[in-house]
T-cell receptor
Framework: GENVEQHPSTLSVQEGDSAVIKCTYS??????FPWYKQELGKRPQLIID?????GEKKDQRIAVTLNKTAKHFSLHITETQPEDSAVYFC????????????FGKGTRLHILP | SAVISQKPSRDICQRGTSLTIQCQVD?????MFWYRQQPGQSLTLIAT?????????ESGFVIDKFPISRPNLTFSTLTVSNMSPEDSSIYLC???????????FGPGTRLLVL
């Protein structure tokens, strides 16, 4: 089955700097890669996703890149703000086969004042 | 998207008892899932709730411990049976509306077993 590795487990960046979180997946047939943000005591919220026919997607300060050959994808947050502090989960989905989203272990992002 | 509600939002239970968690969605959805999130951990899929048939359980989860019902396309229940302190966790309902891959989560049920 699919396996998703996520690094780092904890990340501290100065406010205004960029943050990068990286994930790798094992099943080359995976075709959908969402990212979720979970604030303390809240539900996971989808913040951006990318499909396997696209190499990069951007939404304001957030971008995701996908390298299918290397089977890795990354989340980039630019100009970080205090409200970006949260736990971020990457995930991979193999549609029309397992139909299950498999999550990475999460990255706790701290934005330092 | 979909509006998802769960009841109860939290509960404190005695070991050996059972708790049923309800998940209600504001629209018909194709796929519904139940996840567990232990403190400080990631999301672990318990089972896929299938409408009109038995749920599909992941490795490590069994129907006797986590019976699931899904009587229609907007509602599901998860029961945590014969609870022990190790079952203390957040239980989340999740749905995938339509034929798209996008998946949304309910607010979760925070369970503490004493």
């Amino acid at each position: 089955g699919e396996n998703v590795e996520q690094h780092p487990s904890t990340l501290s960046v100065q406010e205004g700097d960029s943050a990068v979180i990286k994930c790798t997946y094992s099943d080359s047939a995976s075709n959908y890669f969402p990212w979720y943000k979970q604030e303390l005591g809240k539900r996971p919220q989808l913040i951006i996703d990318i499909r396997s026919n696209v190499g990069e997607k951007k939404d304001q300060r957030i971008a995701v890149t996908l390298n299918k050959t290397a089977k890795h994808f990354s989340l980039h947050i630019t100009e970080t703000q205090p409200e970006d502090s949260a736990v971020y989960f990457c995930a991979a989905l193999l549609m029309n086969r397992d139909d299950k989203i498999i999550f990475g272990k999460g990255t706790r992002l701290h934005i330092l004042p | 998207s979909a509006v998802i509600s769960q009841k109860p939002s939290r509960d404190i239970c005695q070991r050996g008892t059972s708790l049923t968690i309800q998940c209600q969605v504001d629209s018909q959805v194709t796929m519904m899932f139940w996840y567990r999130q232990q403190p400080g951990q990631s999301l672990t899929l318990i089972a896929t709730a299938n409408q009109g048939s038995e749920a599909t359980y992941e490795s490590g989860f069994v129907i006797d411990k986590f019976p699931i019902s899904r009587p229609n396309l907007t509602f599901s229940t998860l029961t945590v049976s014969n609870m022990s302190p190790e079952d203390s966790s957040i239980y989340l309902c999740s749905v995938r509306p339509g034929s798209q891959e996008t998946q949304y989560f309910g607010p979760g049920t925070r369970l503490l077993v004493l």
